[in-house]
């Protein structure tokens, strides 16, 4: 079994900065895309940022030039740097990773974890 724990959100000032972190862990062979999206009320979830184990990253729009994402491969973390946050970040933000696990019926295989997220609120 594969767990994604996510941490380091909170309730932050606009302008002000925030880290989260999400740490894999279980039966893990390899991490390969990690994630962060978020959902806001009567929103979709939207991707914010993503970086592959080559660590190439990606970015949504609205948060370019204000977050930054990295990923420690030796613990299997991913971080998001959030800085001159706006109000409009307010959101429960998830991590999300395409992962090869191993399993003694299945052997290798890919599948998809989700963390449970962590509430991000940027007000005055």
């Known amino acids: 079994q594969v767990q994604l724990v996510e941490s380091g959100g909170g309730l932050v000032q606009p302008g002000g900065s925030l880290r989260l972190s999400c740490a894999a862990s279980g039966s893990i062979f390899s991490v390969n895309t990690m994630d962060w999206y978020r959902q806001s009320p009567g929103k979709q979830r939207e991707l914010v940022a993503a970086?592959?184990?080559?660590?190439?990253?990606n970015y949504a729009d609205p948060v370019k030039g204000r977050f930054t994402i990295s990923r420690d491969n030796a613990k299997n973390t991913v971080y998001l740097q959030m800085n001159s946050l706006k109000s409009e970040d307010t959101a429960v933000y998830y991590c999300h990773s395409d992962l090869y696990v191993t399993d003694h019926d299945k052997g290798i295989h890919l599948i998809s974890a989700w963390g449970q997220g962590t509430q991000v609120t940027v007000s005055s």
């Open positions: 970086i592959t184990g080559g660590g190439s990253t």
